[in-house]
Structure formats: structure tokens, C-alpha cells
């Protein structure tokens, strides 16, 4: 099936660091939306985009996406312990199922 | 409160056996999702509903069967022809379509064969 490529696949960073990763696709999509996951529970939705050069925030969280519309940045300002865990970015062509990025695992060192 | 609700958390099946996975949501969403986790991996899409009484098959349906006999309701009956059924089963539901079709996800099922 389509794949998004997802990267880094893992980090480990020192507390208080910033985090960038970074999806991209050969194929245009028209929405693109960042989760994450927690150990043993679903994936929870953290931004939404649906605009080429979108830039969005959530708290300490900012996504973009990409002006080409094949790709998309999440990034983590001033990381905490809180924010370990599974982040994983999806993609949707028009009223195509979402497509799915293999996950970026986050490690904090306190 | 509106939500997706995966039943059970926790499930054991013995070798040979189907099971059934529940999945409801109360968001008045078109499309329902099923996914399979595998530890350390990412989402695998094991079969999809845009509307009622249709589903389409995703990357891994083999050994799979669905219903979408409601709306709100979208099981996954994990056949004794899936070889390795053990793994984390995620449903998900979302709008069809245009904008606002974030994908809103249950807690989970965690399956085990034992």
C-alpha cells in the first residue's frame, strides 16, 4: 500500500531540547494531521492541516504543511518527559483512506 | 460524551478460534477503520468503511472479516486463518470526504493467542 516516509524513526534528547521530524510522500495530498501515542492507548490527534503552507501550533507544538503538499513538519519546542512516545503522521488524497507514516519514537532524557 | 469505544481492552483467544473485536462511535461519522500495531511498528490498515453496508479491504485483510451493518458500529472478526494474530488493534472513524476528516482513534484492543 501508499507509504508516507517518517523520520527520524527514533530520538533521544535531553530534556529541554526541541524536536523537529518530518514526513514526506511522492503524492500530493490535501490534509495532513500529526498524533501521537502513548504506551498500550490509541493514537490522539494533535494538529490538523489543510492548507499548503499551513503553519499551526498547539502549545509548545507547531506544524506546517509543506508548499509542495508532498510533505509535512511537526516540531516540539522545549521538550518534558510528558511528551515521550509514539508520534506518527497521516496523509489523505481528497476522499482516499489516510495514509499513515511508520512513527517517530521519542526518547527524553530528564 | 461523544467518542470511539473499542471493547475489550484486554482479549485471549486459543489457537483456532475467531474473536470478534467491537468497535461503536457515537460521532455520527461516515467512515470506520481498522488497523493493526505491532510492537515497535507502525499502522496497518486492515479494512475500511466509507458507508453503511460497504467496506473496502486495506493492506492486510487476509485472515480478516468486517461488518457495517450501522453506522455506528464497525466489528473486526479475526478468522482462525490469520496466521499471527497477536497484536494491538486500533479502530478509528472520520467524516468521508472534504475537509475537517480528522481520524479520531479508540483506546484499543490488545489480542493475544495463546
Known amino acids: 500500500g501508499q507509504q508516507l516516509n517518517q523520520s527520524p524513526q527514533s530520538m533521544f534528547i535531553q530534556e529541554g531540547e526541541d524536536v523537529s521530524m518530518n514526513c514526506t510522500s511522492s503524492?500530493?495530498?490535501?490534509?495532513w494531521l500529526w498524533y501521537k501515542q502513548d504506551p498500550g492507548e490509541g493514537p490522539v490527534l494533535l494538529i490538523a492541516l489543510y492548507k499548503a503552507g499551513e503553519l499551526t501550533s498547539n502549545g509548545r507544538l507547531t506544524a506546517q504543511f509543506g508548499i509542495t503538499r508532498k510533505d509535512s513538519f511537526l516540531n516540539i519546542s522545549a521538550s518534558i518527559p510528558s511528551d515521550v512516545g509514539i508520534y506518527f503522521c497521516a496523509g489523505r488524497q481528497g476522499a482516499q483512506k489516510l495514509v499513515f507514516g511508520q512513527g517517530t519514537r521519542l526518547t527524553i532524557n530528564p | 460524551d461523544g467518542g470511539i469505544t473499542q471493547s475489550p481492552k484486554y482479549l485471549f483467544r486459543k489457537e483456532g478460534q475467531n474473536v470478534t473485536l467491537s468497535c461503536e462511535q457515537n460521532l455520527n461519522h461516515d467512515a470506520m477503520y481498522w488497523y493493526r500495531q505491532d510492537p515497535g511498528q507502525g499502522l496497518r490498515l486492515i479494512y475500511y468503511?466509507?458507508?453503511?453496508?460497504?467496506?473496502q479491504k486495506g493492506d492486510i485483510a487476509e485472515g480478516y472479516s468486517v461488518s457495517r451493518e450501522k453506522k455506528e458500529s464497525f466489528p473486526l472478526t479475526v478468522t482462525s486463518a490469520q496466521k499471527n494474530p497477536t497484536a494491538f488493534y486500533l479502530c478509528a472513524s472520520s467524516m468521508a470526504g472534504g475537509r475537517n476528516t480528522e481520524a479520531f482513534f479508540g483506546q484499543g484492543t490488545r489480542l493475544t493467542v495463546v
Open positions: 503524492s500530493i495530498f490535501n490534509t
Open positions: 468503511s466509507q458507508i453503511v453496508n460497504d467496506f
